[in-house]
């Protein structure tokens, strides 16, 4: 239709011009002007609003690229990471604590490992537990602990990535397995002795490794499928040990220098209290050793002076008046 209407207003513009008298120049303006009418109704029509099966289309494109963005699956690496604390609590009874501590951790799937306790008193009473509990249920029984067994006093949690370690070890693992077997065949093909000697001791020196390295792998194992908390029960006046600060420079090697020194001065007492008995047992025997020394050397002395012992002949010149008598 706007193309028959641009066709109308294109013939009334000729027929204008025509009625002006411009003769052979109007035909010419006539066959100018039709391209131009015709290029603008080519840009309305372009400057038109797409239809709606367009837009449909356009939508689907979308849909489509957000179909291949969504698609993407993005690996989710596992970490491994060892949990480790330490928890001091004061209590008013430490063996009834002691127990509702083991319960509490029971119940989150852990165990305990090691126990210490020192009974001085009641009062004065401590304990040391040793617990191991499942990542998944250690932060709600460190929460009970703290709050259920008595009056928290201090706290203490620490975290080690270990996945690159792990990683680690389980490649060196699988290049350990490899190579053992590789030697293994090369048992098989050996035919001098001295060709077999050899194998079989780098075959023993690859097993030595790879029970290293399987040992190692048990060991990050186990301490990332557990948690280790250290629990410190403390009767009513116990006293608490206090964290040592860490310090640098002139101070920290003063201290360390005295600790030395005293360390020093322990050992010499203590091995002067280990020779001591010894020494008062042999002072008398030595001091009557020394006496009896003396006193003979004093008679032997007195012997000499007084003339009841022989003594040997001085060497002197023969008397001149010997040989007359």
Sequence with gaps: MRRFRYGITSSLAAAVLLLAGCGGGGATVQSASAPAVEQQAD?????????????????????????????????????????????????KQVGDAVEQAKQIVTAAGGYLSSEQSSSASKARETATLEFKIPPTGYNAALGRLGKELGTQTSMKQSTQDVTLQVADVESRLKSAERSL????????????????????????????????????????????????????????????????????????????GWKALLSSLVVLLTLLGAVLPWLLVSLPLVALLVYLVRRDRARRDRRVHQGGLPAAPPSRPADPDAGTA
């Design 43 to 91: 840009m309305a029509a372009e400057a038109r609003p797409m239809p709606t099966a367009s837009k449909a289309a356009q939508r689907d494109a979308k849909a489509d690229q957000a179909g291949l963005v969504s698609k993407v699956e993005v690996t989710k690496q596992d970490r491994q990471v060892i949990y480790t604390g330490s928890m001091t609590v004061r209590v």
């Design 181 to 256: 077997e590789s030697l293994r065949t090369l048992l098989k093909r050996a035919d001098t002795i001295g060709q077999v000697l050899d194998v079989e001791r780098e075959i023993a020196s690859r097993e030595a490794d790879l029970e290293s390295l399987q040992a190692q792998q048990k060991e990050l194992a186990t301490q990332v499928a557990m948690a280790t908390l250290t629990l410190r029960l403390l009767g009513p006046v116990a006293e608490a040990a206090q964290p040592e600060e860490e310090s640098d420079g002139f101070l920290a090697g003063l201290k360390s």
